[in-house]
Nanobody, 125 residues
């Protein structure tokens, strides 16, 4: 059974940083796409960052490019999202997602079959 557990969310002031972690059990990161999504109240879930199975390629939403970095530690079976230069509009629930083997765009929710419970990020201006 696949389980994804996020941690690292919290409240920060604009311009601050947070690092989210997603630890997996029953799943191997190194051979699958992994991604971070977020959803703010009243808005659709948005793909923020994805990392390819080779670990060397990443993809970011335009809204976070240059500020967020996705990385994985295969030895720890953990994926991270380093968030710098946070803005009020980054406030959302952040979810870790693991590839379900479906073809599709790496920042599209359809591709992912496994989801964590989410961790809240709140940025005050």
């Amino acid at each position: 059974q696949v389980q994804l557990v996020e941690s690292g969310g919290g409240s920060v002031q604009a311009g601050g940083s947070l690092r989210l972690s997603c630890a997996a059990s029953g799943y191997t990161y190194s051979s699958n796409f992994m991604a971070w999504f977020r959803q703010a109240p009243g808005k659709e879930r948005e793909g923020v960052a994805a990392i390819y199975p080779d670990g060397g390629h990443t993809l970011y939403a335009d809204s976070v490019k240059g500020r967020f970095t996705i990385a994985q530690d295969n030895a720890k079976n953990t994926v991270y999202l380093q968030m710098n230069g946070l803005k009020a509009e980054d406030t959302a629930m952040y979810y870790c997602a693991a590839d379900g083997g479906r073809a599709g765009w790496p920042l599209g929710a359809y591709k992912y079959a496994y989801w964590g419970q989410g961790t809240q990020v709140t940025v005050s201006s």
